[in-house]
Each structure stands twice: as C-alpha cells, then as structure tokens.
C-alpha cells in the first residue's frame, strides 16, 4: 500500500472517529454492488475492523433488473468476499415485479427493498449497515435536490448516518477511489445504467458537473461539498431551536390529536411547517405528501378559518381561538359504563372517570374543572356517550340541548362528542371538565356527596386546548 492510499484510509478512520460513526457496535454490514465505491468501502472497512473493534460482514443485492450483468455482479461479489474471508449474505429480489404489485416506480421499488434489507440485517447482527456514498454523491445529491426546489434540508444532502444506515466514505472523491483501486489492483465491476442518460442523477453526473467544473474550476464541486456541510450544521442548529420551541408552543397530545398555541405554531409559514413535519409522523402520517406548497395552502387557510383542513394521508388542522389542532382523527367518547363508588370507568384514550362519597366539603365548588362535588342520592353512577336532543339543565341556567351547552362554553368543535357524559339514575348530573347540572349542586340541605373525577392525558389537553380556544388570535399580530 502506497503513502497514497495510506491517505485515503487515514481519512476514512479520522472521519468516522471524528464523527464516532461506529458508536461502539460490534458488527458492521458493508453493503456491496460490486462497484467502485462499495469495492473500495469494503476494503478499507476490512483495513480498520480490527482497530475499531468490530466484525465486518457484507450485503449483496441482485434486484433482477440488469439481466446478466446483475448476475455477474453477484458473482464478482461472492468471490470477491470468499478471497477477503468476509461473511456474505446475497438477497435475489424481483424489483421489476414488486413494482408492478406495489404501483411503484422501478426505482422506488429497488430503494425500498434495500431499506427493508438492511433493516433485517441491522436487526439480525445488531449491526449498522454501512453504504458507499462519496463527496460526488454529496455534490449531486445537492445538485438535484436545488433543482427539485428543495429546503434547507434537502441541501445540507445525506446525513452521514441515517437510523442503522451509516456512510463511511462520504469524506472521499470517487476519482481518489478508482485511482486507489487500479494502484492496489483491486478490481471492481461498471454498473452501465450509471450512463442512462434518461435518469436525471445521471445527467447531473455525466453533464452538469463536468460543465461546472469546466466552466468554473476543479474546486468548485468541493466548495459545493463545504456548503452541504455547512447547511448541515444549520439543519441541525434549526432543528434543536425548533424543537425547544415546538415543546413551549406544544399544549399536549392524546388520542391521536395535538393541540398547540396558535400565535406560536402559526407564527409564520417556516414555524408552522415545523410543526406540521414533527407533528405528523407521531400521528402515524409520514412526510411523503409533504412540500413547501402545501405547507402555505394549508396555512393561509388556517388563518383564516376556523373550519378543519386537510392536510393529507387523513390527517387535518383546524383552529379555534388561540389553540391549533393537528390531528387524524376526531374523538368520540361512545363507551357506557357504570362508575362504581371507590372506583372508576375506563374510557380508553379519554381517561378514566372514578366515584368517592366524602363529607360536605366547605367549598361547594373544586377549582379544578376535572373534579366535581355533586349532590348523592345513591342512584348508580354511570358515563354514556352523546344522543341527539339529549338536555342539560347548567348552573342557574336553563334547561338546553348538551350540544348547544358545550358550544355555549367554548369546548373545541374537535371535542364536542368526547367529553364524558356523567349520569346518576337517568340524569345528566356533570358534564365533565366543564359544569355540573343545576339539581346536584351542593346546598345546606345536602346530606350526600360524591366526588367525580375525569383523570388522564386526554382531560389535561382538553383544559388546556379549552383554555386556549378562549383566548383571541391575531394573525396579523402573529405573522408579524
């Protein structure tokens, strides 16, 4: 090995103890094509397993979608392996058919069996997988993401670790590599789609690049590099501002609903794409639909609307007052169910509702909405969901509909039919979280009382969404 490649291996390992790509795991799995890169990745991976204390295995994947020269590579692969001592694991997909099965493109099909593959053997080995990206995938990532119009996410390019996936190489050229390569005499095989000039990454790598570098020196690719790396410090910088933010604007989560303040949330249309791309996944929406297009139509209307939106994969937004909702679902409250004394019922995500008898309190009223004293006449206790034209007769009010009860207090439309519905015999005796019924109000004349109260996560959103939704919202103040 000559001080030449010795450099390129010096800066393999500098960068990933600089970056502690390894992170103490005993086994990596190189994914290899057969290609330039992967071939080199392997090596140099074989060249540092014992320094960093780890086991390599590799990873091979024919997807069935070059003919012969994808059967070749698979061989060249195996005896490659078998010559170095390195264990191999060699996967025969049919891309071409999955795709056809699953309606997806070809190469979407091909990337998620990968994905799928080096999940299982990160699983199986408790290992990390590592790819073969270089600089020059870097820069073209870079190039078609400005193309396609991307954020600063998609330029600031391929995080060098990505979950299991890590990329080792990324810090080398691929003219370094190949050169390496011919000097070790470490042969490696063409993947001759990579000059398919009817593939965009293709034409960027066989066309633009060279242009740039023609028209505006070798260096400027790597001052395109420095500038990934530098959007990527400000991605993760953004990330973690917006995080603490996101906590401080976050009223809470329960049955698959986030509730926010709106004058932080919608503070302008970057904040509330923010929101929208970490709320999402934890309501089980991933971010495929996602785009800076949608974002703004989704936030203008919110603005301006108290009316639910959609924003996609089913899940919604709408505003009331000051509190933003983000949700996939709407709740319903729809059990019956006794609530014995010294116990409580179930709700499921709504919480629990329980039943005390205690003395006459002093105070007739909690200060906590999620607690009622009621007058007892030892009739069962029990929580039944919303009827149309079921009534209910308010503190010193009169008799209404439950419905028009709720909306007279301010609970968020989203809410309406998941408040819990107290009864004792056949009345309404406490509209939970909001009021109890005139005729179970505590009095000097009463002998019995029961303490009632609505605990969980989902009641301690909906007093603080209540809360909100009362206050007034000013887009204009908030947009600034």
Same mark, same amino acid.
């Given at each position: 090995?000559s ?112 994905r ?23 820069? %073209? ?5 400005? &193309? *396609?119009? +991307?954020?600063? $996410?998609?330029?600031? !390019?391929? #995080? ?13 050229w ?40 023609e ?53 302008? %249309? ?5 929101? &929208? *791309?970490? +709320?999402?996944? $934890?309501?089980?929406? !991933?971010? #495929? ?28 937004a ?42 006459l ?24 969901p ?9 503190l010193?009010?009169s ?8 909306? +007279? ?63 007034e ?8």
């Open positions: 090995m001080s030449e490649e010795k450099k390129l291996l010096d800066e393999v390992e500098d960068f990933c103890r600089k970056k502690d790509l390894f992170d103490g795991y005993k086994v990596i799995v190189a994914a290899v094509s057969g290609g330039g890169d992967s071939v080199f990745m392997l090596w140099a991976l074989r060249r540092l397993a014992r320094k960093f204390g780890f086991m390599l295995r590799a990873v091979h994947i024919n997807h069935m979608i070059r003919g012969d020269d994808a059967n070749q590579d698979e061989l060249f692969v195996r005896k490659l392996c078998r010559t170095w001592r390195i264990p191999l694991d060699v996967f025969t997909i049919d891309v071409p058919k999955k795709a056809e099965t699953l309606r997806l493109g070809i190469e979407e099909a091909a990337r998620l069996v990968r799928e593959i080096f999940e299982e053997q990160a699983y199986k080995y408790g290992a990390l997988v590592a790819l073969a990206h270089t600089a020059d995938d870097q820069v %073209e990532t870079f190039v078609f993401n400005l &193309l *396609r119009g +991307s954020g600063i $996410r998609g330029l600031a !390019g391929m #995080k060098v670790r990505t979950g299991v996936v890590i990329r080792p190489i990324m810090v080398l691929r003219e370094d590599i190949r050169r390496a390569l011919i000097k070790l005499e470490i042969p490696w095989r063409e993947d001759y789609s990579n000059w398919d000039m009817r593939y965009t990454r293709n034409r960027i790598r066989h066309r633009l690049i060279p242009f740039i570098i028209n505006f020196g070798k260096d400027s690719v790597k001052h395109i590099f420095r500038a990934t790396e530098m959007l990527d410090f400000t991605r993760r910088a953004l990330e973690r501002a917006f995080a603490r933010y996101i906590n401080e604007a976050l009223l809470g989560e329960a049955c698959g609903v986030m509730a926010f303040k709106a004058s932080l949330a919608l503070s302008d %249309e970057f904040t509330f794409g923010e929101v &929208l *791309r970490q +709320s999402l996944p $934890r309501l089980g929406v !991933g971010l #495929k639909g996602f785009s800076i297009e949608r974002v703004s139509h989704v936030f203008w209307r919110i603005i301006s609307s108290k009316r639910e939106y959609p924003i996609y994969g089913g899940a919604f709408m505003r009331e007052g000051n509190c933003l909702f983000i949700a996939k679902t709407k709740v319903y409250q729809l059990k019956t169910a006794e609530v014995p004394i010294g116990g409580f019922a179930d709700l499921g995500c709504i919480g629990r509702v329980s039943a005390t008898t205690i003395p309190p002093d105070e007739p009223k909690s200060d906590n909405p999620l607690v009622a004293t009621i007058a007892y006449d030892g009739s069962p206790i029990y929580v039944a919303h009827t149309p034209g079921l009534l209910f007769h308010p010193g009010g008799t209404m509909k439950v419905s028009s009860f709720v909306k +007279s207090r301010g609970v968020p439309l989203i809410f309406r039919r998941a408040v819990p519905l107290i009864f004792i015999g056949e009345r309404l005796a406490w509209v939970a979280g909001v009021e109890i019924a005139e005729p179970f109000k505590l009095t000097s004349r009463t002998k019995n009382v029961v303490k009632l109260e609505w605990s969980g996560l989902f009641p301690e959103l909906f007093l603080k969404a209540l809360t909100e939704a009362k206050k919202f000013n887009p204009y103040k908030s947009i600034g």
